[in-house]
């Protein structure tokens, strides 16, 4: 599965796709990613095979029940249940699982995460609206102890820090009710005018990070997921 090339906004991290440098900060349609508009996982997906296999498991994935760090950052991954009704989910798998060239959190604002070569899997996802429209990107990482995990929180905060006050206007943060205790949220325009909010929680060894433009779609699948987070067992995950 090829990954969604990332933005300026982001820069090497994967976590919104395909924009021009015109476009900073924009999700991509369907057709720029590479894929038309569908309301179906599947055929959004540039392969669309790994992608619905991935998406599909995913959505059939009982935190309750997970029994590595790996099955617990799958069941945090965004679902289409997370979102609107008539919105859906694109997955973009890893190629073979291989981290090596699939930056997390690195290229932020050039800010500097150790923390990426502590990884041991990722599940990134983008939700798109009922148009077919990319308009929500998320990645569900998992770590090889709880301890990496919440460095990465704080590496995350910590090279946002760093953005250029001329490129990012930072705005108060937007609403956190029923995220994790641990959880971070951002909110902040681009010089674009693009506004885009930022909502990272860590539970042990897992962090799910989901970032938009609207903030109460943004907010209510990070709650979602943040109910799937804490059903994780304690045990797996190191919580």
Do not use: H
């Not at 369907?30 to 540039?46: D, F, L, N, Q, R």
């Amino acid at each position: 599965m090829k990954l969604l090339r990332p933005p300026a906004l982001l820069v090497s991290a994967v976590l919104l796709a395909g924009c021009s440098a015109g476009d900073a900060g924009r999700p991509p349609t369907s057709t720029e990613a590479g894929a038309p508009p569908s309301s179906s996982a599947a055929a959004t997906s540039v392969e669309p095979g790994p992608a619905a296999d991935e998406a599909a498991a995913a959505a059939a994935a009982d935190p309750a029940t997970a029994r590595t760090a790996q099955e617990a950052a799958l069941a945090s991954a965004l679902r289409a249940a997370d979102l609107p009704a008539g919105w859906s989910v694109q997955a973009n798998p890893v190629p073979d699982g291989d981290l090596a060239d699939a930056p997390s959190l690195a290229g932020i604002c050039s800010g500097s995460v150790p923390s990426e070569a502590r990884r041991t899997a990722k599940f990134p996802v983008t939700g798109l609206d009922a148009a077919g429209t990319a308009v929500l990107a998320s990645e569900a990482i998992s770590y090889e102890t709880a301890a990496d995990a919440e460095r990465a929180l704080s590496e995350l905060g910590a090279a946002f820090a760093t953005c250029p006050p001329e490129d990012y206007t930072f705005l108060p943060g937007p609403p956190t009710a029923g995220l994790l205790p641990d959880s971070l949220a951002i909110r902040y325009e681009l010089s674009n005018g693009v506004g885009q909010v930022v909502l990272a929680q860590v539970r042990g060894a897992v962090l799910s990070i989901v970032i938009g433009e609207e903030p109460d779609t943004t907010l209510a699948a990070a709650q979602r997921i943040a109910d799937r987070m804490a059903r994780l067992p304690a045990a797996v995950i190191g919580a």
